[in-house]
């Protein structure tokens, strides 16, 4: 009786976990495309937290360096740009110092889509990925780790689509009236003053 007090313990020490994390990116998000670079998005979407890697947020690296991490149970997306050429991407736990990588060739303005999903088998066949609502393809990697994520690539149409997507899927800033801080000059004509 005692393990399944200890096993009830853990699984809402793991939810409550779950919940702390967020989503953060180390990198510019808002910045034109320099037509020199490649833009890489990554992107999560919201699934059942049943699914491997339900409560767990993903970290991606480019590279080895940290770009940034994917909250579970949010359907959110990170931007990365890089130069053309070669590139390892590699998504996995917090901390973890590895997961699942990929090398990837990219070519100069030019945007490509990854989706981090949980782990199939290659050759997983395409209603088992619409069964999982995964949108891309599985990418061709390495678990270098015990990892419950990879990457899924998705064209540019699909992947074009799928940022529009969450980006209306975004909460909306609230509208209200101007700081009494803001300068007269900077209000709307015929626009009152605090």
Do not use: W
């Not at 793991?14 to 034109?32: I, N």
């Not at 339900?54 to 590279?63: H, K, N, P, S």
């Not at 990892?147 to 980006?167: E, R, V």
């Amino acid at each position: 009786m005692q393990r399944f007090y200890q096993a009830v313990v853990a699984c809402g020490l793991l939810l409550l976990l779950g919940a702390c994390a967020k989503t953060t990116a180390f990198e510019p998000q808002d910045q034109l495309l320099d037509t020199s670079q490649a833009r890489i998005y990554f992107f999560r979407q919201t699934r059942s937290p049943t699914d491997m890697g339900g409560f767990t947020a993903a970290d991606i690296r480019i590279d080895g360096k940290p770009i940034g991490t994917l909250a579970p149970g949010t359907s959110v997306y990170i931007v990365a740009d890089r130069p053309e050429g070669t590139h390892k991407i590699t998504v996995g736990r917090p901390g973890d110092s590895a997961g699942f990588d990929a090398d990837i060739q990219i070519e100069a303005a030019t945007s490509y889509y990854f989706e981090v999903g949980p782990t199939v088998e290659m050759n997983v066949a395409q209603a088992k990925l619409d069964a999982l609502q995964i949108k891309g393809r599985p990418v061709a990697g390495r678990f270098t780790a015990s990892s419950p994520f990879m990457f899924f690539s998705l064209d540019a149409i699909a992947g074009a689509g799928m940022i529009t997507k969450l980006k209306a899927q975004q909460p909306q800033q609230p509208v209200g009236p101007p700081a009494c801080e803001t300068p007269s000059s900077a209000l709307p004509p015929g626009f009152p003053n605090c």
